[in-house]
């Protein structure tokens, strides 16, 4: 099971919690009609949950069982008159709630997916390390996509598609075969650096803010051919503000990014992401990382 989809399922069971102290209230109050409206809500969320689970994992499954023995006791709930006996079923509720919330945890292994979204070949031998450290604990995918480099602003737009240097061994897709916004990516490792729109240099042919409202984690990889090519406008794009993680190649390219970005307002966060490939920290962070994720 993803992870993703584990967490809205562990959201729509807080809310069945809270529903079961509204569902109190509204019974001292002897408000029938909200009541019944509120046990058929109740209902609808416990069979939606129960149906993604066999989705996803088939059927005859503990947990959804437990789901269905808390919709019965729903139903007992609304059938039930007098109102001593409602209020030890509401408790019951809880209880029931409370089995199948640690059924889910231990019942369903959760599988990560890690996208690889690469646009520089030569990037893509960093990114490598990741994705063979990663390929037996995750559902890991390697995505390309083109960049145009543009070379003078008025009419200087040349397209690069390296999609054909990328190892066939991996069975890299377009990016644009893959539902980001569907599938929803717990990890997602890009490259660069970039240019800011109307700017000389390179910039991806996606949308960097949907990748980021899409996946749970970005980190970004800004690759270098020489050092000496590092510049502080480099620091300051959307790619390296907005990802969670920055992965740079270098001790000298670190210092660049420290010093932009400590001028930030919110400098010492930003700076705390930042971290040398080829390091002990970096594998720390991507081990904090994934535990996080679990």
Not at 34 to 50: P, R
Not at 83 to 90: D, S
Not at 234 to 261: F, K, T
Request: charged share 30%.
């Amino acid at each position: 099971m993803r992870e993703y989809m584990k967490q809205q399922m562990r959201d729509m069971l807080a809310t069945l919690g809270r529903a079961e102290a509204i569902l109190d209230s509204r019974t001292k109050k002897k408000e029938a009609g909200d009541i019944a409206q509120l046990l058929e809500d109740m209902q609808a969320s416990a069979m939606a949950i129960g149906t993604a689970i066999e989705q996803v994992e088939g059927d005859g499954t503990q947990t959804v069982r437990f789901l269905e023995e808390y919709c019965e006791l729903l139903w007992q709930y609304m059938v039930e008159e007098d109102l001593k006996a409602r209020f030890c079923k509401g408790r019951q509720l809880a209880g029931k709630r409370g089995e199948i919330c640690t059924s889910l945890e231990h019942e369903f292994e959760t599988r990560l997916e890690i996208v690889f979204l690469v646009c520089r070949s030569q990037v893509w031998k960093q990114m490598e390390r990741f994705y063979h450290l990663m390929e037996e604990k995750a559902d890991c995918w390697v995505l390309t996509a083109s960049y145009k480099e543009v070379t003078d602003l008025e009419e200087g737009t040349v397209m690069h598609d390296e999609s054909g240097l990328i190892p066939g061994a991996v069975r890299p897709m377009g990016f644009g075969q893959y539902d980001i916004r569907e599938r929803k990516p717990d990890m997602v490792f890009i490259d660069g650096p970039y240019a800011q729109q109307g700017q000389l240099g390179i910039q991806p042919d996606y949308d960097f803010m949907e990748v980021r409202e899409n996946a749970g984690i970005v980190l970004y990889m800004p690759c270098y051919e020489a050092d000496s090519q590092a510049e502080e406008a480099h620091c300051l794009i959307p790619q390296a503000v907005c990802s969670d993680i920055i992965l740079v190649p270098s001790g000298r390219i670190n210092e660049i990014y420290v010093n932009a970005m400590n001028r930030l307002d919110n400098g010492q966060d930003m700076i705390k992401k930042i971290y040398v490939l080829d390091t002990q920290d970096v594998d720390r962070a991507l081990s904090d990382v994934l535990n996080k994720k679990k």
